[in-house]
């Protein structure tokens, strides 16, 4: 059974930086895709960055610049870096993974920015 469980949300001030993981289980990394999403309260999910098992990755015009995706496939962990935030990236933060598209989420971890 695969498993992904996000940490590392928190409440910080306009400006500040986190640092969000994802431990995978169940399931090695290596050769798949991974991704974090998130929700703001009455919005749809939007994508936010990816990563592939190249090391290939590509981010929302809305964060480029300010956050860093990355990942470690000996630990099947993947990781957000999130600087200069703003308080429009207030959300639900969500990793997921899959071989092409999205298969398997987490349950999500909250991140909110106070201006």
């Known amino acids: 059974q695969v498993q992904l469980v996000e940490s590392g949300g928190g409440l910080v001030q306009a400006g500040g930086s986190l640092r969000l993981s994802c431990v995978v289980s169940?399931?090695?990394?290596?050769?798949?895709?991974t991704g974090w999403f998130r929700q703001a309260p009455g919005k749809e999910r939007e994508f936010v960055a990816a990563?592939?098992?190249?090391?290939?990755?590509t981010y929302a015009d809305s964060v480029k610049g300010r956050f860093t995706i990355s990942r470690d496939n000996a630990k099947n962990m993947v990781y957000l870096q999130m600087n200069s935030l703003k308080p429009e990236d207030t959300a639900v933060y969500y990793c997921?993974?899959?071989?092409?598209?999205?298969?398997?989420w987490g349950q999500g971890t909250q991140v909110t920015v106070s201006s």
């Open positions: 169940g399931r090695s990394l290596r050769f798949f895709r």
């Open positions: 990563i592939v098992w190249t090391g290939d990755s």
């Open positions: 997921a993974i899959g071989p092409d598209s999205y298969t398997y």
